[in-house]
């Protein structure tokens, strides 16, 4: 007996073991996020939800992937639309179908994709039609994987002067559209194991403004909600963020009168107003495949109006 003392000329190597490949030949295993009933496509892999290391081999290409887009023929949708087909997604527009002009005009702009955007209408304040227009969409497409909460009115009065109408018809756009909307995706994008939401925001939200204490409260609201949703989703593949845009050039900041305009603009550092493409931009980056670990995150797009950690 050596104890713990053995000579070397008593010890002899361990026999070497020969290794199993660790997965076995033949093809790879199905995903839960297979693409669903689209055009086979080259096989890619992505990450699976937001698990480190568990990669899974999936056939869904960027264009198979549709994206509801509320709000989508204004100033900042439409941009956000166009950027997401030329990011290869089906985007389908959603707003009220009483804007009847704008919608002709839209239906211009997005001639070039060949039918990458199509337009649907929905008034997202009516809960039952949301779950109509979801519903449509899946049965036609197969699934939503993206959602992006565009809408937004405002109605603008201190709140001395401020009636309860106007209070609740800000509400039922920019709070509960974003409650009827998600309500309604979430639980295909579970099933499918994928999801990519992302709501408007403001920085107004953040900083609050005289005369929008309903569309401060409301934004602000958005955030919170984004936050809750994505701590429920998370390990569904699905990430829920918001886009805080800062004080762009659109229609509504254009109605602003322009002494205001002009001193609004000299206290944004970058020393300009956004632009719809400076959003948009922000929104492709936060609803890629391979944005899963970023999830409950506000990113603001103010140039440097309002800055915090």
């Known amino acids: 007996m050596c104890g713990n003392r053995c000579s070397a000329a008593s ?3 361990p026999r070497k073991r020969r290794r199993r490949a660790s997965h076995p030949p033949g093809p790879a295993p199905r995903s ?25 081999v999936t056939s869904a290409t960027p264009r198979s992937r549709v ?3 509320t709000g989508g023929i204004g100033g900042i949708g439409s941009e956000i639309c166009m950027r ?5 997604r089906q985007v389908i527009a959603v707003d009220l179908a009483t804007r ?15 039918g990458a955007i199509r337009f649907e209408p929905c008034d997202v304040s009516d809960f039952k039609a949301c779950g109509g227009l979801v519903e449509h969409i899946e049965r036609s497409l197969g699934r939503v994987d993206i959602l992006v909460n565009a809408a937004g009115i405002t109605r603008d009065t201190s709140l001395r002067k401020m009636d309860p109408q106007q209070w609740h018809e800000l509400m039922r756009v920019n709070l509960d559209g974003v409650f009827n909307m998600c ?12 999801g990519r939401i992302v709501n408007l925001s403001s920085v107004n939200g953040q900083t609050g403004q005289f005369g929008q204490t309903n569309y401060s409260a ?17 390990r569904k593949g699905i990430t829920v963020n918001t886009v805080s845009p800062g004080y762009c050039d659109t229609p509504m ?19 300009r107003l956004g632009t719809p493409a400076d959003i948009a931009r922000a929104v492709v980056f936060l609803t890629a495949d391979d944005a899963s670990y970023i999830t409950g995150a506000n990113l603001p797009v103010n140039g440097g109006y309002f800055m915090s950690f």
């Open 11 to 13: 010890w002899t190597p």
């Open 32 to 56: 839960r996020d297979p693409g669903g009933p689209y055009p086979a496509a080259a096989q890619h892999v992505l990450p699976r939800g937001n698990t480190p290391g568990k990669d899974v």
């Open 67 to 69: 994206a509801i887009v």
């Open 84 to 88: 997401l087909a030329g990011a290869g």
């Open 100 to 114: 009847g002009e704008r919608i002709e005009t839209f239906r211009e702009q997005i001639a070039p994709l060949q």
């Open 183 to 194: 309500r309604h995706v979430v639980e295909g994008m579970t099933t499918h194991g994928f």
């Open 218 to 234: 409301a934004k602000a609201g958005v955030h919170g909600f984004s936050m809750a949703l994505a701590r429920e989703t998370a």
């Open 253 to 271: 900041v254009a109605a602003v009168p322009q002494e205001i305009r002009q001193r609004i603009i000299a206290d944004i550092p970058v020393g």
